[in-house]
């Protein structure tokens, strides 16, 4: 069975600081391409990243490029995101997703509950 | 302001067949898979349609996808009250340096 486990979350000042974590199992982790896609308080989706498979290449939203950072461990099995110079515009829930596929152009099958993130002074 | 354009709302009786749309481009669902995923109330989302009209194993088949041109259609036939949820479009857009775009949504009322 997928599990993806989503941690990290948390009230934060704006300007400050966030590292998010995924432990993922249940899949042979190399072979999927990882997102995140994250939820503002009574919004809808919105796609925030996504690393391939391998790690090689990387894809971002433009609203968030050059603040966030993906990446993951395939020895740990873990995804993260590191998300810099929080603004309030950034307050939600951060879900991980899996990906069908190890190219990361492809459908989320699995997604992790969330964890939120709060950016507020 | 979403890449992908969705009604806001849809509303149906138990029974009913309904549609929800999902309004894109050449750069999007044009040329690519669309997929919708179902957020039911205080969940997670979890795929409801993949590549255009693929079923996951679980998903009922009252719920079926096309897709035509730049547009695609979700739909549910026999609605159930636990139908009732926020659906979402989504497909990758070649656009830039390439990215997932979501539609905005369409939450589903069953009266």
């Known amino acids: 069975e997928v599990q993806l486990l989503e941690s990290g979350g948390g009230l934060v000042q704006p300007g400050g600081s966030l590292r998010l974590s995924c432990a993922a199992s249940?899949?042979?982790?190399?072979?999927?391409?990882m997102s995140w896609v994250r939820q503002a308080p009574g919004k809808g989706l919105e796609w925030v990243a996504t690393?391939?498979?391998?790690?090689?290449?990387?894809y971002y939203a433009d609203s968030v490029k050059g603040r966030l950072t993906i990446s993951r461990d395939a020895s740990k099995n873990m995804l993260y995101l590191q998300i810099n110079s929080l603004r309030a515009e950034d307050t939600a829930v951060y879900f991980c997703?899996?990906?069908?596929?190890?190219?990361?152009?492809?459908?989320?099958?699995?997604w992790g509950q969330g964890t939120l993130v709060t950016v507020s002074s | 302001q979403s890449v992908l354009t969705q009604p806001p709302s849809a509303s149906g009786t138990p029974g009913q067949r309904v549609t929800i749309s999902c309004s894109g481009s050449?750069?999007?669902?044009?040329?690519?898979?669309v997929h919708w995923y179902q957020q039911l109330p205080g969940t997670a989302p979890r795929l409801l349609i993949y590549r255009n009209n693929q079923r996951p194993l679980g998903v009922p088949d009252r719920f079926s996808g096309s897709k035509s041109g730049t547009s695609a259609s979700l739909a549910i036939s026999g609605l159930r009250s636990e139908d009732e949820a926020h659906y979402y479009c989504a497909a990758w857009d070649d656009s830039l340096s390439g990215r997932v775009v979501f539609g905005g949504g369409t939450k589903l009322t069953v009266l």
């Open positions: 249940g899949f042979s982790f190399s072979n999927h391409a």
């Open positions: 050449s750069s999007n669902i044009a040329s690519n898979y």
């Open positions: 690393i391939s498979g391998r790690g090689d290449r990387t």
């Open positions: 997703a899996k990906d069908a596929y190890g190219s990361g152009i492809d459908y989320l099958d699995d």
